[in-house]
């Protein structure tokens, strides 16, 4: 991929995004790699220089990478030049595009990444939060969980047999961090402070307060499927949303 195929607004027109449209975008950042040097174009002088205090030269392109295909992704939305979008951030980190008053589409988008992966989750009207995370074989699932998450999640995890234990780690870990990334508001909120209700029949979850028991019926939590050996999540504001998965090299053709 050469700089010249990065696409622009005119040869790529905006995707139709409806009110109950989940767009995710899952990106091979390996798969992008000869794309390095044109996506650090796109890059504001701020990006780049998080980029840049990245001590280990993998991290680095790999932030270049994600935050290159954000900007690539988000423009087919927004009818703007990727390296021209400014992006701005809430209170608790949460980052947004700073909207235009002629932008066609208001939009909310949220990115993770982890190892070779990046996520990136696109909506309008409502609020969206993702998460990624590549699995390790040498986490203690039990003793993090026990530690960090929910007692009603931690007993589902000691439940599980074998491998299983990993996985439902994992399975909770990323729908707690894309509840939290969808609210915006990052680790302010514990992760003990509130526990997902996975339910087999249903594709959705629930998430429950730990400190009142109730039900916030703003959010639903869907397990994404990424990859072997790769959790992800997603969580969104409201009801009656389906989601649509993307992927990043499809943006290239
Ligand atoms: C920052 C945080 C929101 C997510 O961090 P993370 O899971 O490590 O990283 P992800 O790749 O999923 O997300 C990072 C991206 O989220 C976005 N982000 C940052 N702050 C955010 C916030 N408050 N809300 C939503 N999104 C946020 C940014 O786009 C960021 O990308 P960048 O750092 O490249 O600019 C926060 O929840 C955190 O620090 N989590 C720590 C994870 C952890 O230790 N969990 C323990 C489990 S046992």
């Not at 203690?140 to 960090?148: G, T, V």
């Amino acid at each position: 991929m050469a700089a010249l195929l990065i696409p622009t607004t005119e040869s790529s027109p905006c995707p139709r995004l409806a009110r109950q449209d989940v767009h995710v975008w899952s990106c091979d950042l390996s798969r992008h790699e000869s794309a390095r040097a044109a996506l650090a174009a796109l890059l504001s002088t701020d990006e780049q220089n998080r980029a840049a205090r990245f001590a280990f030269e993998r991290d680095r392109h790999r932030f270049i990478l994600s935050h290159g295909l954000l900007r690539v992704i988000l423009a087919r939305y927004v009818a703007e030049e990727p390296g021209h979008i400014q992006f701005e951030t809430g209170p608790h980190g949460k980052p947004a595009v700073r909207s235009r008053s002629d932008t066609a589409q208001p939009i909310e988008f949220s990115l993770s990444h982890s190892g070779e992966y990046a996520i990136v989750a696109v909506a309008t009207g409502r609020a969206v939060g993702v998460d990624v995370e590549v699995c390790r074989p040498d986490v203690d699932s039990l003793k993090l969980a026990q530690r960090f998450f929910a007692p009603g999640e931690a007993h589902q995890i000691a439940q599980a047999q074998g491998d299983g234990q990993q996985r439902m780690f994992y399975r909770y870990w990323t729908a707690k961090e894309a509840y939290l990334k969808g609210r915006g508001v990052g680790l302010s909120l514990g992760l003990d402070r509130f526990e997902v209700l996975f339910d087999e029949r249903l594709a959705q979850a629930q998430v429950r307060s730990t400190d009142s028991g109730a039900i916030d019926r703003d959010w639903l939590v869907q397990p994404l499927q990424v990859g072997d050996r790769v959790a992800g999540a997603l969580a969104v504001e409201g009801e009656a949303w389906q989601v649509q998965m993307f992927d990043a090299t499809t943006l290239f053709r």
